[in-house]
């Protein structure tokens, strides 16, 4: 028997991922590892993380390991090894949930004096339905109301409800495939199944079950880290699957809702409740606890469900109430919304509707430039669930589906039918699209569990996906031929990242073409493939000639090409300032990569933060780039940008870029250009809404707002909303003659605007003073000069009887618009 001594010098305990690192290094002994909390006289299984995590070892703890078995010597030398060089390195920053308790109201809101709760908006939306409450489900007295069972009896009944769990789980929502695997991975942790077989003098199973959920939840509850308390939902959730499945039932009454709901939980909603929930009329959710990592909480994003955490003492406002309007992007949840909450939903539905409206054209089809240049935008997925939502937001195709995280979090890689499967989803859903797949970059600075990877001092420019691939042949033959099986699904890009070399070229080259000729001697069939490489790697750009005798394409991955070309580490906060994919001689290496690979006869595309920052547009187009892959809820505004380009003024500016001195320069240089190509004029017709009926002032300031927000004048309809309502609270705008003009100057202001709003019947504006013309002003503060101006000669205009009369009674929006242009000399 052999022990080492240790201080935990983790700021955040041994949680979840030193608890891994450490389960990872035991495994591979036979010797028996016992961690010990001597501070604390708890101890684990260092081969269970979950035993582990319930040792509750947090910083300053005095901790032994025991280790006993014939290659102790080994285990020891080992984890010595691990705790001197690496224990310190395990710890990682917890998240943090956003709050969004204090975030401002619209005004709107604020005038309303409506009764609502606030709390955590961690899946963003905006819904409303009856309260549906959910209750949390008691298994002490589930149990009560089942028969006693000897030991024996319930030790079968067990065992036979957790095999059922895990297959069920192996086996479920393949929405929430994520999700359930690292459920299943909990399950599967030893300590699982030893705690729900530790428990003799149980009255019955459930019993049983009911003291597994309290004793592995207790340490996790009692942490000091967010994380850990909620992964207890996880295990509440598994213990209450394990017991459905021995009863052979659910456990809460089987819920089906029938008209639109908001579920609201005094505590936290499972995984298996939202699941067993989830249909058409689940408008939001409303939960006590939770936060940015439950599991509740992404499937909830995944889904695109509203969800509010963090609300308490929630049940009197609630119970009574017969409607509920949740808005998760302020943390609101109103009850029984009267009149003028309902008239703020309705606007703001509206407003909502005519956004997506504006856009709804340039996502389903492909856009081009002003002069024609069709241009591909393409989104970065990282799981196959994402397809659908990504081809909801517009996207022509993917050009970057990370394969990593099928391998993560687990303790053996994927087998080949289960990554065939994921990815012929993505293909099935593509039906046809471009599809490009990554293969496996993990390695250096992103290990797994089940690869024995050295540590490194820079694991960035170290031993990393290519790079291990000969190492790890059976894990790169495995995905190589997943990958081309689901070539039969739909024409499938293979590309493989950090390739330095001619020599990796052509490994992968000969590689990928054998294993397609072993599959068909196989009887296995293999369609249409092609083989490409990310250029991240400087040293590619004189290699692109060769490379076209091996390859079809390759794509830019502009994030570490930049500080590999800059020499800089961007997660280092002390150089991250070199890291800058606007310096011009970065901008200089892309235009040279991509004239060289179309001179080569090859496919190029982007990927990577640069793809999907609007400024940096008209530079992308100047290079020649039309395949550019970004995040899914960029690209519809991507789209609209492109749109308004040229192309022969981009490659004008591009060279201009490429002149300056510095990324400052290139941006002020960029900003000049979009305001150029992108005016728009203070006054246009869309800024004109005729004969509408308002009930209120603040039903006024919003519509008008909101318009700007969905004409693209705003940074967004709110911020202005407040900024008219902080000139309105020094003095009244009601100009007299039944006229008012509310404005403001702000830099939430993209376009100096006037919009005009004429009311059916006068409306009360305060002060005793009722108006039929709302005249608004909005200045980007920058043009404050014309602001005044604008102004002074509007309330000139306004004070003759006959321009007044005109634009009551004129008809035609447009007819509008040219005499506001005339009258005020715009």
């Avoid at 049983?208 to 967010?226: E, G, K, V, Y």
């Avoid at 659910?250 to 929930?277: A, H, M």
């Avoid at 703001?348 to 054209?361: F, G, N, V």
């Avoid at 309502?725 to 009244?732: G, L």
């Amino acid at each position: 028997m052999l022990t080492l001594d240790f201080i935990c010098t983790l700021p955040n305990g041994i949680h979840a991922r030193p608890a891994s690192e450490i389960e990872q290094r035991t495994q591979v002994f036979t010797s028996s590892v016992t961690l010990i909390n001597i501070s604390k006289k708890t101890q684990a299984d260092a081969k269970s993380v979950l035993g582990m995590i319930g040792a509750d070892i947090t910083h300053g703890d005095k901790c032994q390991f025991l280790i006993e078995g014939d290659d102790r010597q080994a285990a020891y030398e080992y984890l010595l090894a691990f705790m001197r060089d690496e224990f310190e390195e395990c710890d990682e920053p917890l998240p943090q949930t956003p709050d969004n308790h204090a975030q401002p109201l619209p005004v709107f809101i604020e005038h309303a004096e409506a009764k609502y709760l606030r709390g955590n908006g961690v899946s963003k939306g905006i819904g409303r339905g009856v309260p549906v409450h959910i209750d949390s489900v008691d298994l002490y007295e589930l149990s009560r109301q089942e028969p006693a069972a000897e030991a024996a009896r319930q030790r079968q009944q067990l065992s036979d409800a957790w095999a059922l769990t895990q297959k069920t789980l192996a086996e479920g929502d393949a929405g929430a495939a994520q999700v359930l695997a690292a459920q299943l991975k909990l399950l599967s942790d030893p300590a699982f199944k030893t705690c729900l077989l530790s428990h003799p003098t149980a009255r019955n199973a459930l019993q049983a079950i009911a003291l597994t959920a309290q004793q592995l939840s207790q340490p996790l509850l009692n942490s000091s880290s967010q994380y850990l308390r909620e992964r207890v939902i996880d295990i509440r959730d598994l213990c209450q699957a394990i017991a459905a499945n021995l009863l052979g039932r659910p456990l809460e009454t089987q819920l089906t809702l029938t008209q639109d709901s908001i579920v609201i939980c005094s505590g936290t909603l499972t995984p298996g409740q939202f699941l067993r929930l989830r249909n058409a009329h689940l408008k939001g959710i409303v939960m006590g606890d939770g936060g940015e990592t439950s599991h509740t909480v992404i499937l909830a994003r995944s889904f695109g469900i509203p969800l509010l955490c963090g609300v308490t003492q929630s049940e009197g406002l609630t119970r009574e109430a017969s409607m509920l309007l949740l808005d998760s992007r302020y943390g609101l949840l109103v009850a029984n919304p009267d009149t003028t909450m309902e008239s703020w939903y309705r606007l703001e539905t509206e407003k909502q509707r005519a956004i997506a409206a504006r856009s709804a054209p340039l996502r389903g089809q492909q856009v081009a430039t002003r002069d024609g240049t069709r241009v591909s935008v393409l989104a970065n997925i990282a799981l196959a669930v994402e397809a659908q939502g990504a081809f909801a937001q517009g996207a022509d195709g993917f050009g970057l589906f990370r394969t990593e995280m099928l391998f993560c979090e687990r303790r053996e890689a994927p087998g080949e039918e289960e990554q065939y499967q994921a990815y012929s989803e993505v293909l099935r859903s593509a039906a046809g699209k471009k599809i490009t797949i990554r293969t496996l970059d993990i390695g250096g600075d992103k290990p797994c569990e089940f690869l024995d990877l050295p540590k490194e001092e820079n694991p960035f420019l170290g031993y990393r996906a290519v790079r291990m691939y000969p190492q790890f042949q059976e894990i790169f033959t495995t995905q190589a031929r997943a990958l081309l099986r689901a070539s039969v699904v739909g024409p499938i890009n293979i590309m493989v990242p950090m390739v330095a070399t001619l020599q990796e070229i052509q490994w992968l080259h000969g590689q990928f073409h054998h294993i397609a000729q072993t599959l068909q001697q196989e009887g296995i069939a293999v369609g249409e493939w092609h083989l490409g490489i990310m250029v991240e790697v400087p040293s590619t750009l004189y290699l692109l000639e060769k490379a076209a005798n091996y390859l079809d394409f390759v794509s830019i991955g502009s994030n570490d090409l930049a500080q590999y070309f800059l020499a800089c580490d961007r997660g280092n906060p002390y150089v991250r300032h070199l890291y800058n994919y606007r310096n011009p001689t970065f901008l200089a290496l892309m235009r040279d990569i991509t004239h060289r690979a179309q001179a080569a006869g090859l496919k190029i595309s982007l990927c990577g933060e640069m793809a999907a920052d609007k400024q940096m547009l008209p530079l992308l187009v100047g290079m020649g780039l039309t395949q550019l892959s970004m995040a899914a809820g960029m690209i519809t505004a991507c789209k609209d940008a492109l749109t308004t380009l040229n192309t022969a003024h981009c490659q004008a500016l591009l060279e201009s870029a490429i002149a300056c001195e510095s990324g400052e320069q290139v941006l002020e240089l960029v900003e000049q250009f979009l305001r150029a190509q992108s005016q728009k004029p203070v006054l246009a017709p869309e800024l004109l809404l005729l004969d509408k009926t308002v009930s209120s002032k603040e039903e006024a300031i919003k519509l008008l707002t909101d318009n700007l927000e969905v004409q693209q004048r705003v940074v967004s309809g709110p911020l202005a909303e407040r900024a008219i309502w902080e000139r309105e609270a020094v003095f009244s705008t009601a100009l007299g003659f039944s006229v008012a003009i509310p404005h403001c100057k702000s830099p939430h202001v993209l376009h100096s605007s006037i919009s005009l709003l004429r009311l059916n019947t006068p409306l009360a504006w305060g002060e005793d003073v009722e108006v039929q013309l709302v005249i608004m002003l909005t200045v980007n503060e920058q043009e404050q000069d014309s602001h005044m101006k604008i102004f002074s000669r509007l309330a000139r205009k306004l004070m003759h009887s006959d321009f007044r009369e005109q634009l009551l009674t004129l008809s035609d929006a447009s007819a509008i618009a040219a005499l506001l242009s005339t009258e005020l000399a715009l």
